[in-house]
């Protein structure tokens, strides 16, 4: 009797074992058919059909880092920038170390005009890592365009060191030097910057003020 009870008892929690294992197995199935359904709605532009499929997941999912991630993302194509933002700061609740999720949320904050708070995303990014070249050449755009030309020269210069033949770090740090009078540095550096882009207009318009 005591055999048949244990037996008994082990057919019970293995049973559960395996409800729970094929459970498990049915809300993955469910994560991955969302995701792709989503992501088919999003190639042809549907970003509210492809937040729909990811809002079935939302309540048992909540606490996902990339179901966050990705409505982070379709909010912010839809033009919902405070729902984006709200998403992107969950991602980065979750993963506090993710710069995907730091750089997504930029997104939104640049559409919505943000800039002291976008500011202080590139320099959270900078933190994590320091060499990072799009946070220092976006923070960089930023110091230009705002007339801050000692911190946007400390940032481009980076860049520059970094990727010397880049169009971008040879551009926005031409322009830098330009402002700051330095006609000579800011000519190669639009030269160089023209080298890479043939016919660039901002670049040959550097380099015409600077002959």
């Known amino acids: 009797m005591k055999k048949l009870k244990s037996l008994f008892l082990y057919l019970i929690i293995v049973g559960l074992l395996s409800n729970t294992v094929f459970t498990r197995s049915l809300s993955s199935d469910e994560k991955i058919n969302a995701f792709k359904k989503s992501v088919a709605a999003e190639e042809i532009a549907n970003y509210s059909k492809a937040i729909d499929y990811m809002k079935v997941l939302y309540d048992d999912y909540k606490d996902d880092y990339l179901v966050n991630l990705r409505m982070g993302w379709l909010n912010y194509l839809n033009g ?36 002291d708070e976008l500011i202080d995303v590139y320099k959270t990014v900078l933190k994590i890592a320091p060499n990072s070249f799009r946070a220092n050449l976006q923070l960089g755009q930023i110091y230009l365009g705002k007339k801050d030309y000692l911190n946007a020269k400390v940032l481009f210069e980076k860049t520059h060191n970094a990727f010397p033949s880049n169009f971008s770090s040879n551009l926005y740090l031409g322009w830098t030097y330009y402002y700051l009078g330095s006609s000579q540095k800011a000519h190669k550096l639009f030269t160089n910057a023209l080298i890479a882009q043939p016919g660039e207009k901002s670049a040959l318009e550097g380099y015409n003020l600077t002959k």
Do not use: V
């Open 80 to 115: 919902n920038y405070n729902e984006s933002e709200k998403y992107y700061h969950e991602a980065i609740r979750i993963s506090n170390q993710s710069m995907e999720s730091l750089f997504g949320l930029a997104y939104p904050l640049f559409a919505a005009g943000k800039i």
